[in-house]
């Protein structure tokens, strides 16, 4: 069947749009961003609060897990959001499709690489002695 | 229009500078006494807090925007004055809250 015969509204939206899919990406996007409204406020208002913004100060705050698992969650659901909202303007202004591909390959390379990368560190400062 | 648009540019801007000011950040706490030293100059520096306040700002703009997006995602708020009235006030909401936290941050009023 092609589009424009089907039965139904839905089937006959699938695939359009530039990304032509998406309607997980799409929830994905907002529940992550009503996450972050969370994650984001949490970090600011900590920081405020924080009596010094000294290194052992800011290690205690993030070697306690009360700091370790939000800042943990705020790393990975930001880069993961950061992805998608990136993949979005990509898929609006690249049009060419192999062009496409590879900016959203290494936007993922970006995002995945990134988000480890701050991991570890967070790791090592909730896991490490020091503090 | 602005809204929309200024929404994408936070976001990137949010995606690409953010996320690596706070990688660098969590890398140089990880990374000891001299490292964090490091961070902390660059980021007290000139240029260091304008990308920090534009940082906080975008934070705060993509953040009021995106309430706006979720609000109309539910099929709210799309008569032209609601909807204009909305996408200022996020404009004034960003714009007062950056200036309120650095205003404390900075200790302007002790």
Known sequence: MSIGQSATPLGKVRGLGSAREGGEHWLTERVTSIALLLLGTWFIASLLILPSHDIRTVLEWLHAPSGAVPM???IVIGFKHALDGMKVVVDDYVHDEGNRFACNLVLLFLAVGGGALALFA???????ANA | MAASIIHRVTGAGLSIVGLAVLTWWLLALSGGTESYDAFTKTAGSLI??????????AFFQHLFSGIRHLVMDTGAAFELG?????????????VLL??????YLLGVAK
């Not at chain 1, 967070?122 to 490490?128: E, H, S, V």
């Not at chain 2, 996408?87 to 960003?94: D, E, K, P, Q, R």
């Not at chain 2, 950056?98 to 205003?103: E, V």
């Open chain 2, 98 to 103: 950056t200036a309120a936290l650095w205003w």
């Open chain 2, 48 to 57: 260091g807090k304008i990308v920090l306040i534009g940082l906080t700002w």
């Open chain 1, 122 to 128: 967070l790791a090592r400062i909730a896991f490490g």
């Open chain 2, 82 to 94: 609601i909807n204009k009235t909305f996408a200022i006030l996020t404009f004034v909401g960003s």
């Open chain 1, 72 to 74: 943990a969650l705020l």
